[in-house]
């Protein structure tokens, strides 16, 4: 079942004169638990495809279905709530707090949607111990390490239980060791029925995940379903079931 559904979306600037196509014409369905990774260099338009789909901006031509709803002329308002509510984000520099305690930096967005203190508690210290770091809630982020950090920063993408979550180069300020734990824990989300969308220029980053859309000059030049070839593995990792 399809989560999303792009259909000849583009996304028109013009500046200095010039028209620039950040995204022409791309038409993708995500379904419900996929893992996705989103490829492409600098300029490619996939930060723009990650804007859009994460209700950030709006395409200029086009239509997007998220959850069965219609959003690619919501209002500003509206694409705020649809974010508090169905979407979480996950970046490159964590983007914690550092006056914060690892908890109130998980309570975060609950804040934001109006849940009380008790509620924001409870949850915030469920998925700490999804991810392994309820025991570090009173901590303050320059107590822990970058891996740490970034499971807090997944933490806090997972509180208000989304639909779907970006990460954008979620291991590019990681080490390798590392970064492979963290994409583990993705494709752990991923097999609990949560959509994962990660967007990096990494092609060994890309190659772990099941399914890598490509994005050259704003178009969707290519999409590989690697479970269809076998080839969907973590190194050392199980296949997917």
Not at 32 to 57: A, Q, R, W, Y
Not at 79 to 90: D, E, M, S, Y
Not at 167 to 172: C, L, M, Q, R
Not at 202 to 224: F, M, S, Y
Request: charged share 25%; glycine share 8%.
């Amino acid at each position: 079942m399809a989560l999303v559904e792009l259909r000849n979306v583009s996304k028109i600037y013009t500046l200095g004169g010039e028209t620039i196509r950040a995204l022409d014409d791309v038409s993708l369905d995500i379904g419900v638990g996929e893992f996705v990774s989103v490829i492409g260099p600098s300029g490619s338009g996939k930060s723009t495809l990650m804007h859009i789909l994460g209700c950030l901006d709006s395409p200029t031509h086009g239509t997007i279905k998220l959850d069965d709803r219609m959003i690619h002329d919501a209002s500003s308002r509206e694409l705020a709530q649809i974010r508090n509510r169905k979407i979480g984000f996950v970046f490159q520099f964590f983007n914690l707090l550092p006056k914060m305690t690892v908890l109130q930096n998980v309570e975060l967005p609950m804040v934001y949607a109006g849940i009380g203190g008790r509620e924001r508690r409870e949850r915030s210290m469920e998925v700490l111990k999804l991810v392994n770091l309820d025991n570090r809630a009173k901590h303050r982020p320059n107590q822990l390490s970058g891996g740490q950090q970034q499971r807090v920063a997944i933490a806090r993408a997972l509180v208000n239980n989304p639909k779907i979550v970006f990460a954008d180069e979620p291991t590019g300020n990681l080490v390798s060791h590392t970064g492979e734990a963290i994409l583990e824990l993705f494709r752990s989300l991923s097999s609990q029925g949560r959509t994962i969308i990660l967007v990096t220029h990494d092609p060994e980053i890309a190659a772990v995940t099941p399914r890598r859309i490509e994005i050259r000059d704003g178009k969707a030049a290519l999409e590989v379903d690697r479970r269809l070839a076998g080839l969907d593995r973590l190194p050392g990792a199980a296949a997917v079931p």
